[in-house]
């Protein structure tokens, strides 16, 4: 069948309730074609072998094989996008979040369990990430399951502080001449350094890469906003807790800020930056409008950065849809202190985040994911 520019599905799910109603979903897309369905992980393998699909959606609970031990078959032989479908149980964000490990794209939470009655509550949002799922180029997708590139790594040469010369991965010196040279830009010792690192699709593997390259000597508190529904966002946390040198949770309301921990905003919560005395706590707002479809934003947490402007900010954006965090940076430069690092096109899932805060001009340095934490070391030590 010619599918034209159609981007190929298959859709993975032991209910054939759920596979008719996700394959209608799709296929009542102008830019979807389901070229198959597969009743558990093993049929799953075999179909991504033979039908070569653009995207799958797989669930997770499955008999025969599971859809993690489909998916990491999948990614080692036949590497492709996966969009996993998850319940918003205990288990199920604890094993959505393994699913990301293993090179999973992104994920939908089904409002109605396994056998989701309702779940076309969530159909615009299945549509948005399988239709960016399959423009994920596939070379983005060579992860092993740590996080670590399979492909050979794009080199990028350090920085060179005593020549104060960057160079960057950059195809070309026109873009490379807009960067910002990184090292000119000093932070007063005086004062304190946050490190802010804001990311969507893609981020929990690329949050993996760069947090368990920090030491836990860091002596800097991190604030990180992932794009997650609630449910999730504690399980990341416990997950790279337990990879990690430095301290990573899940962000408490009223919670106060410590050097070498990093505090991830719960999902369905803005976090934000609010001062006592001379001291910094944790502020949760689950009032104020999501920003863009987005609660946690990055934006509202740059906006609180930039009302605290006695503070030193790091700031870095990685793999995500959309701009979120382009017009909080924007404050923050004016009214505040960054640094401002962003992913490259080589190396996001999805170069929609960082691209915003590169072709807006804002960014210090563009970095490969695998150099992030190198050059986050670099300009705390300076």
């Given at each position: 069948m010619n599918t034209g520019n159609r981007k190929k599905a298959l859709v993975v799910d032991d209910s054939a309730f759920m596979r008719k109603l996700i394959s209608d979903f799709l296929t009542g897309?102008?830019?979807?074609?389901?070229?198959?369905?597969?009743?558990?992980?093993?049929e799953a393998v075999e179909k991504v072998g033979s039908l070569k699909p653009d995207v799958v959606t797989m669930d997770i609970e499955m008999p025969i094989m599971n859809g993690l031990d489909a998916l990491r078959e999948i990614m080692s032989n036949h590497p492709v996008p996966v969009v996993m479908l998850s319940s918003t149980t205990k288990i199920g964000a604890e094993n959505t979040i393994l699913a990301m490990a293993y090179g999973a794209v992104d994920f939908v939470a089904k409002p109605g369990g396994a056998i989701s009655l309702n779940l076309h509550e969530v159909k615009e949002e299945i549509l948005g990430k399988v239709l960016a799922a399959a423009e994920v180029r596939m070379s983005t997708l060579a992860r092993n399951v740590t996080g670590r590139l399979l492909t050979k790594p794009i080199v990028l040469k350090s920085i060179d502080n005593a020549a104060g010369i960057q160079s960057e991965s950059l195809s070309t010196s026109e873009e490379r001449s807009q960067m910002k040279n990184?090292?000119?830009?000093?932070f007063s010792k005086t004062s304190k350094t946050f490190v802010i690192i804001g990311t969507s699709t893609g981020g929990p593997r690329a949050l993996q890469e760069v947090l368990t390259g920090l030491p836990a000597s860091i002596g800097v508190p991190i604030l990180v906003v992932q794009h997650m529904p609630p449910g999730f966002t504690k399980s990341l946390a416990d997950r790279l807790d337990g990879l990690c040198d430095i301290r990573v949770k899940e962000a408490e309301d009223g919670e106060l800020l410590t050097n070498g921990t990093a505090y991830i905003a719960p999902g369905?919560?803005?976090?934000?930056?609010?001062?006592?005395?001379?001291?910094?706590?944790?502020?949760?707002?689950?009032?104020?409008?999501?920003?863009?479809?987005?609660?946690p934003s990055v934006?509202?947490?740059?906006?609180?950065?930039?009302?605290?402007?006695?503070?030193?900010?790091?700031?870095?954006?990685?793999?995500?849809?959309?701009?979120?965090?382009?017009?909080g940076m924007k404050l923050l430069r004016q009214n505040g202190r960054t640094i401002t690092i962003a992913e490259s096109a080589e190396t996001s899932v999805v170069y929609g985040m960082p691209k915003a805060i590169k072709e807006a001009d804002l960014a210090d340095k563009v970095a490969d994911l695998q150099d992030?934490?190198?050059s986050i070391l670099e300009v705390i030590k300076s």
């Open positions: 897309h102008p830019g979807i074609e389901v070229i198959g369905t597969a009743r558990n992980g093993k990184i090292t000119q830009k000093k369905g919560k803005h976090l934000k930056v609010m001062k006592k005395g001379m001291m910094y706590y944790v502020h949760l707002d689950a009032v104020e409008p999501p920003r863009m479809g987005h609660r934006d509202v947490l740059l906006e609180s950065a930039a009302g605290n402007c006695d503070l030193n900010y790091l700031t870095v954006i990685m793999t995500g849809m959309g701009y979120d965090g382009k017009n992030i934490a190198e």
